[in-house]
């Protein structure tokens, strides 16, 4: 509980600080208050339409409101820093007492709450709400808006975007209340979605002028390539003409013209032979030498020829008739 009291007590001496400031600085145009705690002291940040009224000639008046702060609010060195404000139209605590103070020279609440939404919808505002709430035309209090543009009343995008500043102006009748909202002009809601285009194509470049000398050789290659094409598909169709020489297998005996195959054997297919030149007349072999092909091909599986006796060699016959010659 004492840490909370703290807090409660730290807070409550921050709003008596902005209520003292706005008085005191009404004249200049009070903006906003910011307090900083730093370990060399605090830090003041006062936000006003005209820092000189605030500063003072030779830097007396910040030099007053300096030590009230420190005396009266118990702040540790505390120094005053004023900063200007950009643009006092969308500031919602300055527009605020603007209409306010109109209020109080005799401006109708309508005509006033009317041109403050239109000064601040015209410096560049997402929107705007006004609340005036009083005795406004009568002894009953009654309250009129005015709204104009995108207000949030809820939610973090209430938070973040909407700047609220509330004034009072006091009449005859009683005091009126002014409460004015004002939405950031660079706020961007959650909702907001930016759909980005597809990059244009491409334009076609006109093609360059080409010379009639270019033109020419460039013909003269096509033709050539042409040419070229229509040739090599002629050989390759000549070369498919020609018939494929069939391979003989090893250990094979071609048969005479005339000879009787043997049964069982398989029938041979005709093949289309090409004619060759004849050869020269060779010397003659002598017959007993000589191989008879229609002999070897006139033996079959079933009868075997019979065995040939051997004949006896020339050179042992010699010797042995001559023995018996001598013998006799």
Known sequence: MASERKFVTENI?????????????????????????????????LITERPGLVIGRRGEAIKSLTRAIEEDFNF????????EVE??????????????????????????GHSTVRRIMESGARG????IAGKLTGQRHRTEKFKQGHIKYCGHAKLLFMQQGFAAAKLKPGIIGVTV??????????????IIPPPPEPTPQPAAPVSPAVSEKAEEKKAEQAVDELRKAAEHEVK??????????EGEVPAPAGAPQAPGAPVEEKKVVRKRKKKEPTEQKPAGEAIQPAQVQAITAQEAAPPLAEAPKPEEKKPEQKDEKTEG
Not at 21 to 44: H, I, N, S, W
Request: glycine share 6%.
């Open 13 to 45: 001496r921050r709003v008596l600080l902005k209520e003292y400031l706005m008085r005191k600085v009404g004249r200049a145009g009070f903006g906003g208050l910011d307090v900083q705690r730093t370990p060399m002291g605090t830090r003041v940040t």
């Open 76 to 83: 540790s060195n505390p120094q005053i820093e004023v900063q």
């Open 87 to 112: 643009n006092a139209n969308l500031n919602a605590q300055i527009m605020a007492e603007k209409l306010a103070n109109a209020l109080e020279r005799g401006w109708h609440f309508r005509r006033a």
């Open 128 to 131: 705007c709400q006004v609340i």
């Open 181 to 194: 909202q004002i939405m950031d002009p660079n706020a961007r809601l959650p909702d907001e979605i930016n």
């Open 240 to 249: 498919a003409k020609r018939p494929r020489a069939v391979k003989k297998k």
